[in-house]
């Protein structure tokens, strides 16, 4: 039987019990008790420890005997005893039961001790092996198992980072060939990147290259609500990597618990998460030649927020920065990732990777498996080039939503949109050559997109390259604008990165006229009481220029957006012919390509 239903079934026992022995009686209080003794309506009494139990005589016509009790008032129980004698009313003592009155407290005490076994049992926290209420005891997770170890073979890019991580494998293989020297390996190595670069894989491939353990955790964590109870776990996660060294210990996040302290606000940081920093900072700091088997791995998107302290050399002093995959890159990635699916022969790997430029290794890794779903939702028996192309239109601009139903005006509208972005992109020497156009909605307000594919990856642009792009943002708004005579909503999204890409130009870049070579967006930082600064208007920033200076910089801004549009408009009244044959051709077919396109211009 199981112990919640034996606690059950107690409870149910102790109830009939308590029921059984007070059944038949009526409780009055001592006043009452005192008349029916002066009125000997009582027949017989008896006296049970403190309580008083009184007995009528019998009822001639029922002939069941009526039972009173009443509490015991020692003040009084001379003056009583001395009625009943006086009234010749018989009355006997009788040991005192214990078990009607404890049955009041032991009855709920084991409700309570039922219910708390049940939720003991049925706590997902709470392993059979460790208490519950074990919060100073690290959640971080050991991956010791080195039947199938992840290496660099399994980590397709990030060709510098391999590298300097390799120093980390040849320490700790052979860390006397450093000793020997003099040297000493780094104690703390910060891997830094957008998110999805590969920055976790990484840090698993070095514990696999140098077959140790590697325990990981997240910075979010070792913060809990209770102040402490971070730097407990804290000791307990280096406590166990020391035991187990050589070791790798991995912090993703960190910036979860390592965020500069006092960025909480102008009262105060956040106590909890500052003492957490400081427990890291000791242990970190104390490691000596009997730990030096032990390296701290790190990984986070945010390293300008992170603690100075926590950056200094002796803790975190070598970082890596993990960056987007270049083209060759990108395709060593999607070749990793292809292993596991079966491709068609006519797949060009290459091709997938010149179209996904910008695209992290967890973005690549999403296009090749929903290459494969789109592949099984048509049964086919391999993975074809169709489908990394319509995987790649997925990721990129989303689900295609063709149950959305546009009224004609409205398609014929978003027709020319995207023409007019499209046409201004081929006129426009310096800018990326269409791949396609499509009229189909995607996403949650996509009414249609134009695909440009650029021909190499780039890392710098110049002021002409970045002018000519505003011409094609306002393209769409302009094409509209010529041929309806109107401008509808369908341009929100061309209209702020418009207005965002100008004011960089002005505010950063020293594109701009107005205010010359001043960069008025400084380096993201952090302020005495905690404010973020930089960022500008658009990223919520605090303002680095006067107002006078400020009214100029949205002068210039709106000086380059005009111009940008009137570029926009010469071009595409000199074209508009082709406009709007392009367009009617688009509200056709819907879905245009870039050879089409260029096949129309000619």
Not at 168 to 190: A, D, I
Request: aromatic content about 4%; overall charge neutral; hydrophobic content about 45%.
């Amino acid at each position: 039987m199981r112990p919640f239903w034996i606690y059950l079934v107690l409870a149910l026992g102790a109830a009939l019990l308590l029921h059984a022995v007070s059944a038949g009686e009526d409780r009055i209080s001592y006043a009452r008790f005192r008349e029916l003794v002066d009125s000997k309506e009582i027949a017989e009494l008896e006296i049970k420890g403190d309580l008083y139990v009184g007995r009528t005589a019998p009822d001639p016509a029922t002939r069941v005997l009526r039972s009173f009790r009443t509490g015991r008032i020692e003040s009084n129980e001379k003056d009583l005893l001395a009625a009943l004698d006086q009234r010749a009313i018989p009355y006997t003592r009788t040991d005192a039961t214990v078990l009607p009155g404890t049955m009041w407290w032991l009855l709920p005490l084991a409700g309570v001790l039922g219910l708390l076994h049940v939720a003991l049992r049925k706590a997902p926290s709470a392993p059979p092996s460790s208490p519950v209420l074990s919060f100073g005891k690290n959640k971080a997770r050991l991956y010791a198992d080195l039947t199938a170890p992840t290496t660099f073979r399994d980590v397709a890019g990030s060709v510098e980072a391999k590298t300097e991580l390799a120093e980390v494998v040849e320490f700790l293989r052979s860390p006397e060939r450093y000793r020997r020297l003099g040297g000493r390996m780094p104690k703390g190595v910060l891997l830094v990147g957008p998110p999805g670069t590969g920055k976790t894989l990484l840090a698993r491939a070095v514990a696999g290259e140098a077959s140790v353990p590697f325990f990981s955790a997240c910075g979010s964590e070792f913060v809990e609500m209770f102040v402490g109870v971070g730097a407990a776990r804290v000791r307990d996660l280096f406590a166990q990597a020391r035991e187990k060294g050589p070791c790798i210990v991995f912090i993703d996040e960190l910036d979860a618990v390592g965020k500069s302290r006092g960025m909480s606000g102008p009262i105060g940081g956040n106590d909890e998460r500052d003492q957490t920093l400081n427990q890291l900072l000791t242990e970190m700091d104390g490691f000596d030649a009997q730990h030096a088997g032990m390296i701290i791995l790190a990984a986070t998107n945010r390293a300008e927020v992170l603690d100075a302290a926590l950056l200094r050399a002796g803790r975190f002093d070598r970082r890596i920065y993990v960056d987007r995959p270049d083209l060759a890159e990108r395709r060593d990635i999607l070749q990793v990732h292809a292993r596991k699916v079966a491709l068609a022969l006519d797949v060009d790997l290459d091709a997938v990777a010149a179209q996904t430029a910008g695209l992290v290794g967890a973005d690549l890794a999403n296009v090749v498996n929903e290459a494969a779903l789109l592949a099984a939702r048509r049964r086919a028996a391999s993975v074809g080039q169709e489908d990394l192309d319509a995987s790649i239109e997925r990721v990129l601009a989303g689900l295609e939503r063709r149950g959305r139903r546009m009224v004609p005006r409205e398609k014929l509208v978003v027709a020319h949109h995207e023409v007019g972005h499209a046409l201004t992109a081929e006129l426009l020497p310096t800018q990326d050559r269409v791949r396609k156009i499509s009229i189909v909605p995607r996403g949650a307000g996509a009414l249609g997109y134009t695909m440009q594919q650029p021909a190499e990856d780039r890392y710098l642009w110049s002021r002409q390259e970045i002018l000519d792009k505003l011409v094609v943002l306002l393209g769409g708004r302009v094409a509209e604008e010529e041929i309806f005579g109107d401008v509808s909503t369908g341009a929100q999204d061309d209209l702020l990165n418009a207005t965002d890409l100008a004011r960089r130009m002005v505010r950063e870049l020293g594109m701009g006229q107005s205010v010359g070579l001043s960069a008025l967006e400084p380096r993201r930082t952090m302020s005495f009481l905690g404010v973020e600064r930089g960022g500008g208007a658009a990223g919520g920033g605090a303002r680095e220029c006067s107002d006078a200076t400020a009214r100029e910089v949205d002068a210039e801004v709106a000086r380059i957006l005009s111009a940008a549009e009137a570029r926009a408009r010469e071009l595409l009244q000199a074209h508009r012919a082709t406009l709007e044959r392009i367009a009617r051709k688009l509200y056709e077919v819907e879905t245009m390509t870039g050879a089409e396109l260029r096949a129309m211009m000619d």
